[in-house]
C-alpha cells in the first residue's frame, strides 16, 4: 500500500497548523499603527495651516499691523537632517482694531531664508485663521512634505491591510482543505531551506504548485531518502500545506499515522532495495548461501 493510499479518506483537523497571526506579527503590526499616527497627524495638522495659506495668501484681509516673535527653525534629525519646522509667533492687529496672537508651526523641506516684510493676512468670518507672507514663500516645499506624509500612512495603511488579508486567507485555506482534504505526492523545486516550494499534480494531471514555509529546526515529512518528495494536502481550489515530520499538525488516529509510517517505510525499503522488494526471498537465499 503507498502513502497516499495509507492516507484517511474523511475530513480532518489541522490544529497544529497556525491559524492566525503569531505574537511577533502582531507586534509588528501594532508598531506600525504606532508609527502611522505620527506622519498622519503631522500631515493633517500641517494640512490644515497649508489651505488656510492657499485660501488667504492673495484673498484674505491685510492686518493693520503684523510683527513675529519667538522664530526658531528646528532641524529635522537624519542623514542630511532633511527638512525641518518652522515655528514662530505671529501678532497682527484686523481692521476693528483687535490685537490677535497665533502660534505658528509647520514642516518645510530646507531651512528658509525668507526675502519679504513678514506680513499677515487673514479671514474677516475666523480672524484666528491666517496666512503669512513667510509662509506663502514656502507654499511648495510644504504642499510636498504634507503629500509625502499622507504618501507613507497611505502605504503603510495598505501594508497593514495587506497583512490582515493575508491571516484572513491563510484561515480560509485551511479550512478548505481541512474539510476536503486530498494528500498528494509533491516534488521539491530547487534547494530545500526554510520556504520549501513544490509542485503536484491532480486526479485530473492538472499541475500545480505551492510554498510553505517552517520554522527554524522543523521539516516536513519527506517521502524518499533522497528528500525530493514530500507529502502536502491539497483542497478543491489547488490549496495546500505540508505536512511536518511527525505527523502531529494533522488530527490522526495512532492507527493512521503508524499506517503511515509503515507505508513510508515500505517505499523507502522498495528505493533503496528494488530486488529484495520484489524478491523477499532472495534475502534469505543469499544469507544461506554465505
Not at 506663502?136 to 506624509?149: F, G, K, Y
Not at 489547488?238 to 505536512?243: C, N, Q
Amino acid at each position: 500500500m503507498s502513502i497516499i493510499e495509507a492516507f484517511p479518506k474523511r475530513p480532518l483537523q489541522l490544529s497544529g497548523y497556525p491559524k492566525g497571526p503569531s505574537f511577533g506579527n502582531l507586534l509588528a503590526v501594532a508598531i506600525c499603527c504606532g508609527i502611522i499616527v505620527y506622519p498622519l497627524y503631522n500631515g493633517y495638522s500641517n494640512a490644515v495651516l497649508l489651505i488656510d495659506e492657499y485660501r488667504l495668501h492673495l484673498a484674505g484681509t491685510m492686518a493693520m499691523q503684523s510683527e513675529v516673535e519667538n522664530y526658531h527653525y528646528s532641524a529635522h534629525a537624519g542623514p542630511k537632517n532633511f527638512g525641518g519646522t518652522v515655528i514662530f509667533d505671529a501678532h497682527y492687529v484686523t481692521e476693528d482694531g483687535h490685537g490677535l496672537d497665533r502660534h505658528v508651526e509647520f514642516e518645510t523641506a530646507f531651512e528658509p531664508e525668507f526675502k519679504s516684510a513678514f506680513l499677515v493676512r487673514y479671514d474677516p468670518a475666523s480672524p484666528e485663521r491666517i496666512s503669512t507672507s513667510w509662509g506663502a514663500e514656502l507654499l511648495r516645499s510644504r504642499t510636498i512634505l504634507v503629500m509625502l506624509n499622507f504618501m507613507i500612512c497611505l502605504i503603510m495603511a495598505a501594508a497593514a491591510a495587506l497583512g490582515v488579508n493575508r491571516f484572513r486567507r491563510r484561515r480560509r485555506t485551511l479550512a478548505a482543505i481541512a474539510a476536503q482534504p486530498t494528500p498528494v505526492e509533491a516534488t521539491l523545486r530547487g534547494e530545500a531551506s526554510a520556504t520549501y516550494y513544490y509542485s503536484w499534480k491532480d486526479s485530473l494531471g492538472r499541475a500545480w504548485k505551492g510554498s510553505f514555509a517552517f520554522d527554524r529546526g522543523q521539516e516536513p515529512f519527506w517521502l524518499d531518502a533522497a528528500k525530493t518528495k514530500l507529502l502536502a494536502l491539497t483542497g478543491p481550489g489547488g490549496e495546500s500545506v505540508l505536512l511536518d515530520a511527525a505527523l502531529a499538525w494533522v488530527a490522526l488516529s495512532d492507527q493512521e499515522r503508524v499506517g503511515i509510517l509503515n507505508a513510508r517505510a515500505a517505499a523507502t525499503v522498495r528505493g533503496l532495495h528494488p530486488v529484495l522488494a520484489s524478491n523477499p526471498t532472495a534475502s534469505n537465499t543469499r544469507n544461506s548461501r554465505g
